[in-house]
């Protein structure tokens, strides 16, 4: 079992940034977490994969977050971070962690998760 606990988020006007956190526990250390991923879901719309990392710091990311998210793991604090940059009214979602120890060939934003943290909400204004 993993036990994912989300914090960050708020609200901000367009152009600002964020960083959002995810703390894991229940496994000895995140780095034997296989897969961590930030999804997001909109309001009236089914969830969407962001970005991915591999516990070997291999990061994958949706076309769209190419360049303003930025997915990162301090393993020594079993936390999961999401950096986003110059935010949009469009990025205003729920966003949520996710993990699965066993997922190290198929990491992927498009992949099932097992476990998922609670969701923080991000609300950009124009």
């Known amino acids: 079992q993993v036990q994912l606990v989300q914090s960050g988020g708020g609200s901000v006007q367009a152009g600002g940034s964020l960083k959002l956190s995810c703390r894991a526990s229940g496994y000895t250390y995140s780095i034997d977490i296989a897969c961590m991923g930030w999804f997001r879901q909109a309001p009236g719309k089914e969830r969407e994969g962001v970005a991915v990392?591999?516990?070997?710091?291999?990061?994958m990311y949706v076309d769209s977050a190419q360049y303003r998210f930025t997915i990162s793991k301090d393993n020594a604090k079993n936390t999961l971070y999401l950096q986003i940059n110059s935010l949009k009214p469009a990025d205003t979602a729920m966003y949520y962690c996710?993990?699965?120890?066993?997922?190290?060939?198929?990491?992927?934003?498009?992949?099932?998760?097992?476990?998922w943290g609670q969701g923080t909400q991000v609300t950009v204004s124009s």
């Open positions: 996710a993990a699965d120890p066993a997922r190290w060939y198929d990491c992927s934003p498009k992949a099932e998760f097992p476990f």
């Open positions: 990392i591999r516990s070997d710091g291999t990061t």
